[in-house]
């Protein structure tokens, strides 16, 4: 008998419809919600299995002289970059490929670190591979199915040598920056050619581009098959250009005309503005090493070589200024009113004066007689400026120097620059020497001897407020870039007048630099100096030849400063002095449309056992010049 009521299992029957409804429902709503509103996540989950990313680098930003020409643009290079993956079988293949192509251990250990640094991602093996590599790797594709060559833009340094130490160089970021604040931004990850030394460094957030993406496919191996062109490629943007002051031209006539067996410094200002015309240090190097990797024998070559070829003299070097720091003793003097333009001392020199029983020679051991500042500064007597820094006072002298500037920096937008040494006061003697310092310190430090380092760039710029009206604008590479305050001489316009004519004394007819500043259509005005230094002391090595001045127009405004130093050249006036006057010649027949003439100074056309008209006419009478 059917124990069940047929409307019972019609009931129960419709039960188990709902139930079987409502679980098909709820398949479909999850189908639904998978396959359609979903679709586009899974979509680009399956993608990604088959889909890589890779960056882009965007070019670096191209850098200009004064006048519009390029010093700095990329060229096309070719990187070689390894596709993520388990760090065994990353390491096999950089082993492999050190068959093709240079690799050190420590390369490999570094690519290694920044995979487990920073997970899986593309490691970028080489910047600037070698064409000869690529090919190499190109032809076994099937050996490194992995690897991927690609073109990239590549730094190039159009001037080589001549601007090393202006530009700097690029090199591929390291583990230890990347974790530096100023590479903190998004923009920088492992592969990526920064600045690392000069303008390159100073100027790496404006030259530095933002990296784009690319996308290719790879096979279930993670082998590259093709480019994905279906996904949206990101090209990246280009770094901004930078404009400088420099003058480019007149950068390579420094070059061409340094002493190729010397090493020194030449550093030119623009008057009208303070900007850096050219900063060069000796010896140089060439940039275009650097780019993808400087090779090993080149970089041992550098730091071996005792002349230091990486060092840049020019706001690194810190040299005794000899008498070229007269002038400054001069300005304080005049400044604090103890002494007045037409004024004599008391003491004559005879070749030197006692100051107790301390005795101190001048350079001329026949004297100078009675001088005043003018004569002073032309004749570059020591006797006098012994009584100046005597009657300024060892610490007022200490005081008004410092407070000048000569123991800063000048602010210079490189991203190295050393401070000059002066003492601030006593105490600087005994922290450094361990003495307490005695009344005739002044005697050395009035004449650029004694705790007195600076800089070529410091020096220049100081001539630079003589040049101008006391005041000097920081220098500058960059144009268009706020510095900060340079600094100011309190001088009237008569006490610089003063002092130029003295300046004037020194290359006038009979000056001590006469003939290596002697130009045909320029007046040169300036300062020898003679640096002793421990070597030079010792007796095993010449004093430090130095010459800083100004040229322009004869009668006008100067246009041009330059400091030229030599190291260990001995002479002021027969080393340093005609590099300068060169330096002006050629930046001034240039800015005027004057024909360049490489027989250039006085001095040059004596050489050649001529005596040029110009000179002739204007020197009368025709009696040679002192040397």
Known sequence: M??????????????????IALFMGGLSVSFFRIQVLGSDRWELRARSNRIRQLPVPAPRGTIYDRNGRIIADNAPGYAITLMPGPPDSIRATLERMREHMEMSEARIDRLLGFLARYGRQALVVDTDADFRVVSALEERRVEFPDVHIEMRPRRRYLTGEATGHVLGYVGEITREELEYDEYADERYEQGMVVGKTGIEKQYEALLQGRQGLKYVEVDARGRIVGDFAAFRTDPGESGQDLHLNVDIELQEWIHSIFPDSMSGAVVALDVEDGGILAMYSAPSYDPNAFVGGVDNEYWTALNQNERLPLYNRTVMGLYPPASTWKLAAAAIGLDLGVITADEEMPIPCTGGMSFGSDYRRCWNPAGHGFNNLSEAIGNSCNVYFYQLGLRIGFEPLMQRATEIGFSERCGVDLPQEMEGVFPAGPQFFEDRFGYRPLENEVLSLSIGQGPNSQTPLKMAQFYLALARDGSAPTPALARNMDLGPGWVLDLQAEDIGSIYQGLAAVTAQGGTAHVGTSLEHWQVVGKTGTGQNAQSVQGT?????????????????????????????????GMAAPIMAKTADFYLRKKHNIPIDTIQTYGEHLRRGTVPQWYRDRYRPRAAPGG
């Open 2 to 19: 059917n124990v069940y009521h047929s409307h019972e299992r019609r009931r129960r029957a419709m039960g188990a419809y709902v139930i």
């Open 541 to 573: 090595a010449g004093n430090h030849a130095w010459f800083v001045g100004m040229a322009g127009p004869w009668g006008e405004r100067p246009e041009i400063v330059v400091a030229a130093l030599i190291e260990y050249g001995e002479s002021g006036s």
